[in-house]
Structures are given as C-alpha cells and as structure tokens.
C-alpha cells in the first residue's frame, strides 16, 4: 500500500525557514502527482505546492509563491517543501498527498506541525 509521511515540521521564529520532507514507500517515486496542503486552525485546508509527475514541474499557491519551493530525490523517493521567509500566517499542519486515481488527491500523510512564531 502507498503510504506517506512527513517530517521536519518544528517552531521557528518569523522570517526562519524550515525543510519539509515527504517519503514515500509502497510505488515508486514519480509515478503519480504530488502535493503539499495545509491546515490551520479553523480554516479549510489549503493547497501549497504540488509536483506533477508528467514534467516534474511544480506549481503554488500565491500564498506562498516565491517563498516555498517543492524539490525531490528520486533515489529517496523523497518530496521536499523548503519553507523560507517564514510568516505566522505559515503556522498549520502541513500534509503531503498523493493523486492515485487521477481524480484527486486520495492519499494522505500523517501530517507535520509548523509553528511560526511572531
């Protein structure tokens, strides 16, 4: 079974940067799109970034463009989300996702908290 999970999430000061990491098992890395969400408290979950396995680009939100960049490590089968520029507003639980289906994002990981401190 696929299965994902994050790691690297932690308190930082605002304007700090923090590196996400999303390790896959169960496929291979690369076979299905990739994406980065978020969670804060009482707010609807956010799209942050995704990776599309067709060209590998990436895409974002405005909320974070220019600040967060998606990478990854074929041999690690390794999804990054490096976080710069860090803002308060940052503060959620961040969530790596897999689209199985092509219909939408249908796995999930645990999820990592970032706390972003004024």
């Known amino acids: 079974q696929v299965q994902l999970v994050e790691s690297g999430g932690g308190l930082v000061q605002a304007g700090g940067s923090l590196r996400l990491s999303c390790a896959a098992s169960?496929?291979?890395?690369?076979?299905?799109?990739m994406g980065w969400f978020r969670q804060a408290p009482g707010m609807e979950r956010e799209f942050v970034g995704a990776?599309?396995?067709?060209?590998?680009?990436?895409f974002y939100a405005s909320s974070v463009k220019g600040r967060f960049t998606i990478s990854r490590d074929n041999a690690k089968n390794t999804m990054y989300l490096q976080m710069n520029s860090l803002k308060p507003e940052d503060t959620a639980v961040y969530y790596c996702?897999?689209?199985?289906?092509?219909?939408?994002?249908?796995?999930w990981g645990q999820g990592t908290q970032v706390t972003v401190s004024s």
């Open positions: 169960g496929h291979t890395f690369g076979l299905y799109d």
């Open positions: 990776l599309r396995k067709s060209d590998g680009r990436t």
């Open positions: 996702a897999a689209d199985l289906s092509n219909r939408g994002y249908d796995i």
